[in-house]
């Protein structure tokens, strides 16, 4: 089978769109027809690494399609089943992680839009096994999000503890934080918003936040906000960013690094963090609990990704409006437009 995509041909260069046979249908496997793919920083960082596993590579790690050829093992999919597409594409089911049901930190896993191909294409082969049922309530385009961007934000905030009366700051209202500030409304948190662009920050307030914070003056307001913030969400790899979260949570609080690029480093006070018994720890994905409730919320319409479509052969260019400021909301790419 033919697969129209988009794909990285070679390590830190421009995307490029590609034409190419499918690898033949293993038994546990199935060809999706995509109707929306979601694009995020996640996706800039594979194609500015010095190396990648392989090329030619299709990016692209979050998505809802249809199914169209069903391998003879898979039991569970039947064609025309509408499924979403996250990160993950395999995992080894038997190490200590997998054992937990934190397959996102399996030390086997292999990723979509990394190890293997991803969903910014038109058809592709993905493992039947990590497929997750999507709901036909919603268009795929609001739809994709969820199952990488919607999954690592109610991963975070659930790993976090946070819960009915927090007060939680969050850093970057993009396809991950805008997604984040509406999860921790639903969780009863009170929800403040820092991002240097206004417009951004604003938007954060139409989604249930309830104040701005000044990304100029932040590290020296934000501590005083509410007397500190019990979770700080960073939804950015900004070194700044991290610095200001870590002071702007009260004593005992916890910062969630969501935000990553291959080559930054982190340097937060080691007597902030000791005298003042910060957690600091990253966040990645969550458990299948956390994305079945992100699911759920989508279904009753509590929560909808704010989404900016595009046809696929955009993308190319538009990956570098990632770099260059993002977007308000998740950027979501349509193979079918």
Same mark, same amino acid.
């Given at each position: 089978?033919?697969?129209?995509? =988009?794909?990285? /041909?070679?390590?830190?260069?421009?995307?490029?769109?590609?034409?190419?046979? %499918?690898?033949?249908?293993?038994?546990?496997?199935?060809?999706?027809?995509?109707?929306?793919?979601?694009?995020?920083?996640? #996706?800039?960082? =594979? +194609?500015?690494?010095?190396?990648?596993?392989?090329?030619? %590579?299709?990016?692209?790690?979050?998505?809802?399609? @249809?199914?169209?050829?069903?391998? *003879?093992?898979?039991?569970?999919?039947?064609?025309?089943?509408?499924?979403?597409? !996250?990160?993950?594409? !395999?995992?080894?089911?038997?190490?200590?992680?997998?054992?937990?049901?934190?397959?996102?930190?399996?030390?086997?896993?292999?990723?979509?839009?990394?190890?293997?191909?991803?969903?910014?294409? #038109?058809?592709?082969?993905?493992?039947?096994?990590?497929?997750?049922?999507?709901?036909?309530?919603?268009?795929?385009?609001?739809?994709?999000?969820?199952?990488?961007?919607?999954?690592?934000? $109610?991963?975070?905030?659930?790993?976090?503890?946070?819960?009915?009366? /927090?007060?939680?700051?969050?850093?970057?209202?993009?396809?991950?934080?805008?997604?984040? &500030?509406?999860?921790?409304?639903?969780?009863?948190?009170? &929800?403040?918003? &820092?991002?240097?662009?206004?417009?951004?920050?604003?938007?954060?307030?139409? %989604?249930?936040?309830? $104040? =701005?914070? #000044?990304?100029?003056?932040?590290?020296?307001?934000?501590?005083?906000?509410?007397?500190?913030?019990?979770?700080?969400?960073?939804?950015?790899?900004?070194?700044?960013?991290?610095?200001?979260?870590?002071?702007?949570?009260?004593?005992?609080? !916890?910062?969630?690094?969501?935000?990553?690029?291959?080559?930054?480093?982190? #340097?937060?006070?080691?007597?902030?963090?000791?005298?003042?018994?910060?957690?600091? @720890?990253?966040?990645?994905?969550?458990?299948?609990?956390?994305?079945?409730?992100? &699911?759920?919320?989508? *279904?009753?319409?509590?929560?909808?990704?704010?989404?900016?479509?595009?046809? /696929?052969?955009? +993308?190319?260019?538009?990956?570098?409006?990632?770099?260059?400021?993002?977007?308000?909301?998740?950027?979501?790419?349509?193979?079918? *437009?």
């Amino acid at each position: 089978m033919m697969s129209s995509s =988009v794909a990285l /041909m070679k390590a830190k260069e421009p995307l490029c769109l590609y034409d190419h046979s %499918l690898l033949p249908l293993g038994d546990f496997e199935v060809y999706v027809r995509i109707e929306a793919c979601g694009l995020g920083l996640a #996706d800039w960082n =594979v +194609a500015m690494r010095d190396a990648v596993p392989r090329t030619p %590579l299709v990016l692209g790690q979050e998505a809802v399609g @249809r199914v169209q050829v069903v391998g *003879r093992g898979v039991k569970h999919l039947s064609i025309g089943s509408r499924v979403g597409i !996250t990160p993950l594409s !395999t995992t080894c089911d038997t190490c200590d992680a997998c054992s937990r049901g934190q397959l996102q930190y399996c030390a086997n896993a292999f990723f979509h839009g990394f190890h293997v191909d991803g969903a910014l294409c #038109d058809v592709g082969l993905f493992v039947a096994d990590q497929l997750i049922p999507a709901p036909d309530v919603l268009t795929g385009a609001q739809l994709a999000p969820l199952y990488g961007s919607g999954w690592t934000a $109610m991963g975070a905030l659930r790993a976090a503890g946070v819960k009915d009366g /927090m007060r939680v700051v969050i850093f970057g209202v993009g396809g991950v934080g805008h997604l984040a &500030v509406q999860y921790a409304k639903t969780l009863g948190a009170a &929800v403040a918003v &820092v991002d240097p662009d206004k417009s951004r920050a604003q938007f954060g307030i139409t %989604l249930g936040a309830q $104040m =701005v914070v #000044d990304a100029v003056s932040v590290s020296k307001s934000l501590q005083a906000v509410w007397d500190g913030f019990d979770v700080a969400i960073v939804c950015t790899p900004s070194i700044q960013a991290i610095t200001q979260a870590c002071r702007a949570v009260g004593p005992g609080g !916890t910062v969630m690094l969501l935000g990553h690029a291959p080559t930054t480093r982190i #340097d937060v006070p080691l007597q902030d963090v000791v005298t003042r018994g910060l957690n600091v @720890r990253g966040s990645f994905l969550g458990t299948l609990n956390d994305l079945q409730e992100v &699911v759920a919320l989508a *279904r009753t319409g509590v929560v909808v990704p704010t989404v900016e479509r595009h046809p /696929m052969s955009e +993308a190319p260019d538009l990956l570098y409006k990632l770099r260059d400021g993002g977007f308000s909301g998740r950027l979501v790419f349509e193979p079918g *437009r």
